[in-house]
């Protein structure tokens, strides 16, 4: 079901709590409303839909995947950019990393150690600060 977007800095400030199995719904709310909004977004979070999971969606080229419970352990080549978001207005300045790798569960619970590199992981890493509670 495709949910409202969530513009509140307050709720949107807040760290998400590990997923479970219970909440596989959240996974199919935040695709279809990914779905909905890929003319001008790339990935979101849960919080962004009003649920404090840590749950991630984002757009691999044309194909969109979930990250559950993902936690980047390594990050290496950081460089400045701006991004925007959904969820905000303008665009804000932010460092991120070229290459990324990331613990974390497919949308059928299953584990995966990954690397990610370029745009991916810039996505995976802006995501990622929305379940820590960091807006940019």
Avoid: W
């Amino acid at each position: 079901m495709i949910r409202p977007i969530v513009h509140d800095p307050q709720q949107l400030q807040t760290s998400a709590t590990p997923a479970t199995r219970a909440d596989a719904g959240v996974i199919t709310d935040l695709l279809d409303t990914l779905k909905a909004h890929q003319d001008n977004c790339v990935g979101m979070a849960a919080n962004m839909i009003g649920q404090n999971k840590r749950i991630i969606v984002i757009l691999v080229g044309a194909f969109p995947i979930a990250l559950v419970n993902p936690q980047i352990r390594q990050q290496r080549d950081a460089f400045q950019t701006e991004e925007g978001c959904l969820s905000l207005d303008g665009q804000r300045p932010t460092t991120r990393y070229q290459t990324i790798t990331v613990d974390y569960l497919d949308q059928q619970f299953i584990p995966h150690h990954q690397e990610f590199t370029g745009f991916v992981a810039q996505i995976i890493q802006h995501e990622v600060d929305h379940c820590n509670g960091i807006l940019i």
